[in-house]
């Protein structure tokens, strides 16, 4: 459904928001107590990105619920790899499930970093009711501001977007966060349907997620 024009006029300013802001938080240090814990081994391997069987998040163990890539067109554009507590199979087990989480990306090639938040912004607005893309705005100008101020992802280099319980959602760049906390649970929730949602990114990629498939031809046991 298209929105109206004062609707378009709130995505608009949030992104010009994100885009022209200075945040402090880019000289910050990292905050205590929300890098990723150590990994386990290796379970599989796409493209050359590798996702451990097991990761410790928040001092919770959290397993492989499912790995693909992201492919527009014919190109590969990242791998990504979703862990949970317990396995689930539908977005909705996802999101109900208790516990911290974790969605590990890792780019297959380079892409202007600006230009893939403007695509995680389209994608939570074809998936997330106007409700819950309202409550996901602070948190969608924060996202704005990671992306503006790592300007460009290379081939290799990768983001995580966690839940904590108690803190709410952490995105890391390279295994480190990049910005505090954003609180509000709907933003989680709109931004994995990006992946997750009823029009995903990628309907491969969202099965593979979901353990519904597998991973591609390039993954290794």
């Excluded at 006029?9 to 402090?24: D, G, I, K, N």
């Excluded at 862990?83 to 969605?103: D, E, I």
Aim: proline content about 6%.
């Amino acid at each position: 459904m298209r929105l109206h024009t004062p609707w378009l006029r709130v995505r608009q300013l949030a992104w010009a928001l994100a885009l022209t802001a200075c945040p402090a938080w880019v000289q910050a240090q990292t905050p205590p107590n929300t890098a990723p814990a150590a990994t386990t081994r290796a379970a599989v391997e796409l493209a050359g990105a590798k996702f451990d069987n097991e990761i410790t998040l928040a001092g919770q163990r959290l397993q492989l619920n499912g790995a693909g890539i992201r492919f527009k067109a014919i190109f590969r554009v990242y791998a990504a790899g979703l862990y949970l507590a317990q396995k689930a199979s539908t977005p909705a087990a996802v999101f109900a499930a208790a516990g911290p989480k974790r969605l590990h990306i890792v780019m297959l090639r380079d892409i202007d970093a600006n230009e893939l938040g403007k695509l995680f912004t389209q994608g939570m607005e074809k998936n997330a009711s106007r409700e819950d893309f309202v409550k996901s705005i602070p948190g969608t100008i924060k996202m704005g501001e990671i992306f503006a101020a790592k300007k460009r992802l290379a081939t290799g280099e990768s983001f995580q977007v966690d839940w904590i319980p108690g803190q709410g959602t952490v995105i890391l760049v390279n295994g480190k966060p990049a910005a505090e906390p954003i609180k509000e649970p709907e933003f989680y929730t709109t931004l994995m349907k990006i992946w997750l949602g009823q029009n995903p990114a990628d309907a491969n990629l969202k099965d593979a997620l979901l353990g519904k498939a597998p991973a591609t031809q390039d993954a290794t046991n």
